[in-house]
């Protein structure tokens, strides 16, 4: 079945660091979302992306999506502790119609 | 403005036991979805909604089942828990298919099955 591939599994940083976070899917999405999971917390929605190519950025984070519409990245610039949580993408799940969700990147930062 | 809201919070069973969480929203959405989430596993489909009275299986539904009966409420239930069921559950909904709209989570629900 369709699989939604992220990586790393992990990324600690020192705080200032930069962080990306790459999502890889086995088929091509009409669109992709990020999430963002704080420690004890429930996933949040952070955006959409529909067009292939197209990169949005919310402040320091930066969302692409590939040509291909097949994967998709976050970027964060100069990383803060207000970063630290689980970063899942979520691509649509075929024939269902729902969601397929990444095993997410844990970001640490360390002061 | 509640939106997403899960009882109990956090739940101890033993084996053999059942129980049902539930889920209520107040965005009048019209898709509503339960995960779990296991450690380095992300977040797996059960069960979802498409509306009032109707239900569908995720990627996971073995063990568990739900119902609609109301708009605003979904219901998941564990006839029998077993210990492999031990997880945080998330209820969530979205104004149409998961597809185009974001999902809303409540806080999740920790279950553990001794």
């Known amino acids: 079945g369709q699989q939604v591939m992220q990586i790393p599994q992990y990324q600690h940083v020192q705080e200032g660091e930069d962080f990306t976070t790459y999502c890889n899917s086995s088929?091509?999405?009409?669109?992709i979302q990020w999430y963002k999971q704080r420690p004890g917390g429930h996933p949040v929605f952070l955006i959409q992306?529909?067009?292939?190519?197209e990169v949005k950025k919310q402040k320091r984070l930066t969302f692409q999506f590939g040509e291909a519409k097949k994967n998709s990245s976050l970027h964060i610039t100069a990383t803060q502790t207000t970063d630290v949580g689980t970063y899942f993408c979520?691509?649509?799940?075929?024939?269902?119609?729902?969601?397929?969700f990444g095993k997410g990147t844990k970001l640490s930062v360390k002061p | 403005n509640a939106g997403v809201t899960q009882t109990p919070k956090f739940r101890v069973l033993k084996t053999g036991q059942s129980m049902t969480l539930l889920c209520a929203q107040d965005?009048?959405?019209?898709?509503m979805y339960w995960y779990r989430q296991d450690p380095g596993m992300g977040l797996r489909l059960i069960h979802y909604?498409?509306?009032?009275?109707?239900?569908a299986k995720g990627e996971v539904p073995d063990g568990y089942n739900v119902s609609r009966l109301k708009k605003q409420n979904f219901l998941l239930g564990l006839e029998s828990a077993a210990p492999s069921q031990t997880s945080v559950y998330f209820c969530?909904?979205?104004?149409?298919?998961?597809?185009?709209?974001?999902?809303?989570f409540g806080d999740g629900t920790r279950l553990s099955i001794l």
């Open positions: 969530a909904s979205s104004r149409r298919t998961g597809t185009n709209q974001p999902q809303h």
């Open positions: 088929t091509t999405l009409s669109n």
């Open positions: 992306l529909v067009k292939s190519g």
């Open positions: 979520a691509g649509d799940g075929g024939s269902q119609g729902n969601l397929i």
């Open positions: 965005m009048n959405h019209e898709y």
């Open positions: 909604s498409v509306g009032e009275g109707t239900t």
